[in-house]
C-alpha cells in the first residue's frame, strides 16, 4: 500500500496529497429486545447486531490539494448503488458499505463563483446481504 493512502472506498482513495479528511467516526451498535416484566426490570435478549455507521469529515481546498471533481465522484458512487469496500490505507478492510450521503460546504467564494474551500462529509453505512 501507498504511504501517502488514508482510506479508500472501492476505487476512490483519500490521500494525504489529495483529498483527505480529518476526522473519521465510527459508530457500530447491537440490537437487544425487551420483553416487560411485572414489578420489575425488562427482560433483556439479545438480536444481532446493529448498525455500523462511518462518517469522514474533511476540507477540500483545491488549490493546495484534491479537485474540484472529487466531490461529484463520490456523489456519483453514491448515486450507482453499488456497495463498496472500505479499506484503511495500510490495508486493513473495514467491511462492505453504502455511500448514504455526501454534505459540502463552500466557503471563500471567488470570482466565477468558485469556493476556495470546501467542508464535506460522507456518511457510509454497512452492507449486509
Same mark, same amino acid.
Given at each position: 500500500?501507498?504511504?501517502?493512502?488514508?482510506?479508500?472506498?472501492?476505487?476512490?482513495?483519500?490521500?494525504?496529497?489529495?483529498?483527505?479528511?480529518?476526522?473519521?467516526?465510527?459508530?457500530?451498535?447491537?440490537?437487544?429486545?425487551?420483553?416487560?416484566?411485572?414489578?420489575?426490570?425488562?427482560? &433483556?435478549?439479545?438480536?444481532?447486531?446493529?448498525?455500523?455507521?462511518?462518517? &469522514?469529515?474533511?476540507?477540500?481546498?483545491?488549490?493546495?490539494?484534491?479537485?474540484?471533481?472529487?466531490?461529484?465522484?463520490?456523489?456519483?458512487?453514491?448515486?450507482?448503488?453499488?456497495?463498496?469496500?472500505?479499506? &484503511?490505507?495500510?490495508?486493513?478492510?473495514?467491511?462492505?458499505?453504502?455511500?448514504?450521503?455526501?454534505?459540502?460546504?463552500?466557503?471563500?467564494?471567488?470570482?466565477?463563483?468558485?469556493?476556495?474551500?470546501?467542508?464535506?462529509?460522507?456518511? &457510509?453505512?454497512?452492507?449486509?446481504?
Amino acid at each position: 500500500m501507498s504511504s501517502d493512502r488514508l482510506l479508500s472506498i472501492g476505487m476512490f482513495i483519500f490521500t494525504t496529497d489529495g483529498l483527505s479528511y480529518q476526522e473519521l467516526e465510527r459508530r457500530m451498535s447491537w440490537n437487544w429486545a425487551a420483553a416487560p416484566r411485572f414489578g420489575a426490570r425488562d427482560a &433483556l435478549q439479545f438480536t444481532g447486531p446493529g448498525e455500523d455507521k462511518i462518517t &469522514l469529515n474533511g476540507v477540500l481546498v483545491p488549490e493546495v490539494a484534491g479537485k474540484y471533481s472529487d466531490i461529484a465522484r463520490l456523489r456519483e458512487m453514491a448515486d450507482s448503488g453499488q456497495v463498496q469496500d472500505v479499506t &484503511l490505507g495500510e490495508g486493513d478492510v473495514l467491511g462492505q458499505f453504502v455511500i448514504v450521503a455526501v454534505d459540502h460546504r463552500e466557503q471563500n467564494i471567488i470570482m466565477g463563483g468558485r469556493a476556495r474551500r470546501y467542508d464535506f462529509a460522507v456518511d &457510509l453505512l454497512r452492507y449486509q446481504p
